[in-house]
Every structure is written in structure tokens, then in C-alpha cells.
């Protein structure tokens, strides 16, 4: 199993000001993956962490809204910009280990944005 | 592109009953499919993970089943309790897309009552 801590826990934040979320796992782990969900909607993948590489980002999510980075295999950060009160919303993290058919996926406890 | 449904939105049972969550996909081509629990505040727990070959998965008073061909799952949970309450997740993993990313349904809010 692994553990993600995942902070900050919540924040408030100005419209136009950034928040850079920190996911940090206890285990090496392949993939790491970053979700937002919206109040009483699924969740939905904003962009996989790929450690060594760019982000690969989901349709409808940009690099220079969401830009991610993934320095070694234990630790990802997600940076909120320019945000606005369409970005108030959770966002977890979660990581795997990418073996298909017997992947556990966890997920950190969540960060809960809003911006005024 | 993969679509997860879940049914009912919400429930609410009394305590020591025994209920089922559904989850139907469109996209046959799994991997697997998970159930999570999520709590107020908390991040998602997996309860149950069935392998895309598998029927059928228990653990404690949860049971889940998969049926592949026809796109469903169900979540049974056996005599229901109030720390049972909680929003469940069901999620897929396709084959064919990136490994670990799952699709998501938008829950069941479960609230069982004393």
C-alpha cells in the first residue's frame, strides 16, 4: 500500500493570485495522477505526473492554467493560476503503480480550494 | 470514450439493512474496476478492486460483482451500519488509455440512520 499526504488540506484564496498543491507519496510509485472534482460532480482527470517529462494533460486542461511538475517518483506538485471562482473545487492526487489488471489506485486526503 | 454511471444518486437506509449500489460502463475494454469510499473531508479509500477476468470480489460485509459483457457492477453492502455512511465511487481503468487512469461514476451518497 502507500500513503500520500497532500497539502494544503483547504485554502482561500483572491481571484488572479496562484496556489501550488504538494503531493508527496511514501513509496516510489510509476504514475501519479492530478483530479479536480467540482460540488456534486465525478471526478475528472485534470493531467497525468509523468516523472523526467512533460505532464500529459487531459482535453480542456492547459499547461499554463495547471502547469505540474514531478521531480523523482515520491513527490508531485499541482500549481492553480490566475485563479478564478471557476477553479473552486477539490483536487486530489492519487498514484498507482501502472500494472494494469492489479492496480490499487490511493489517493491523497484532498485539497479544498475556493477563491473569492 | 468511457462513461461510468451510478445509480442511486442517494440512499437512505436504516441501520442493519442490506443494500446494493449499482455501476454500469460503456467501454467493455477494462482493465479492472474499483469501488472507493470517500468521506467529508477525506480523500478516497479503495474497498474493492476486481480484476477485468474476475466475477466477483468480498471483503468483510462488502461483496462486489462485475459482469464485463454487459457493463455492470454492484456494490452489496450486508447489514448496514451508520459508520457506513459515505459517498462510493466506482471506477474503471481501460485498456488502451495511459495505465492507472481511471474514469470515474459520480457516486452514491449512502446516509444509514440509527
Known amino acids: 500500500s502507500a500513503v500520500i499526504s497532500q497539502k494544503p488540506s483547504r485554502d482561500i484564496c483572491q481571484r488572479g493570485t496562484s496556489l501550488t498543491i504538494q503531493c508527496q507519496v511514501d513509496?516510489?510509485?510509476?504514475?501519479m495522477f492530478w483530479y479536480r472534482q467540482q460540488p456534486g460532480q465525478s471526478l475528472t482527470l485534470i493531467a497525468t505526473?509523468?516523472?523526467?517529462?512533460?505532464?500529459?494533460?487531459e482535453s480542456g486542461f492547459v499547461i499554463d492554467k495547471f502547469p505540474i511538475s514531478r521531480p523523482n517518483l515520491t513527490f508531485s506538485t499541482l500549481t492553480v493560476s490566475n485563479m478564478s471562482p471557476e477553479d473552486s473545487s477539490i483536487y486530489l492526487c492519487?498514484?498507482?503503480?501502472?500494472?494494469?489488471?492489479?492496480?490499487?489506485?490511493?489517493f491523497g486526503a484532498g485539497t479544498r480550494l475556493s477563491v473569492l | 470514450k468511457q462513461e461510468v454511471t451510478q445509480i442511486p444518486a442517494a440512499l437512505s437506509v436504516p441501520e442493519g439493512e442490506n443494500l446494493v449500489l449499482n455501476c454500469s460502463f460503456t467501454?467493455?475494454?477494462?482493465?479492472?474496476l474499483q469501488w472507493f469510499r470517500q468521506d467529508p473531508g477525506k480523500g478516497l479509500t479503495s474497498l474493492l478492486l476486481?480484476?477485468?477476468?474476475?466475477r466477483e470480489q468480498t471483503s468483510g460485509r462488502l461483496n462486489a460483482s462485475l459482469d464485463k459483457s454487459s457493463g455492470r457492477s454492484t456494490l452489496y453492502i450486508a447489514a448496514s451500519q451508520p459508520g457506513d455512511s459515505a459517498t462510493y465511487l466506482c471506477a474503471v481503468e481501460n485498456r488502451g488509455s495511459t495505465l492507472g487512469r481511471l474514469y470515474f461514476g459520480r457516486g452514491t451518497q449512502l446516509t444509514v440512520w440509527p
Open positions: 467501454d467493455s475494454a477494462i482493465y479492472n
Open positions: 505526473a509523468n516523472q523526467g517529462s512533460e505532464a500529459t494533460y
Open positions: 513509496s516510489q510509485v510509476t504514475m
Open positions: 476486481i480484476q477485468s477476468s474476475q
Open positions: 492519487s498514484a498507482t503503480s501502472g500494472r494494469g489488471v492489479l492496480d490499487i489506485q490511493y
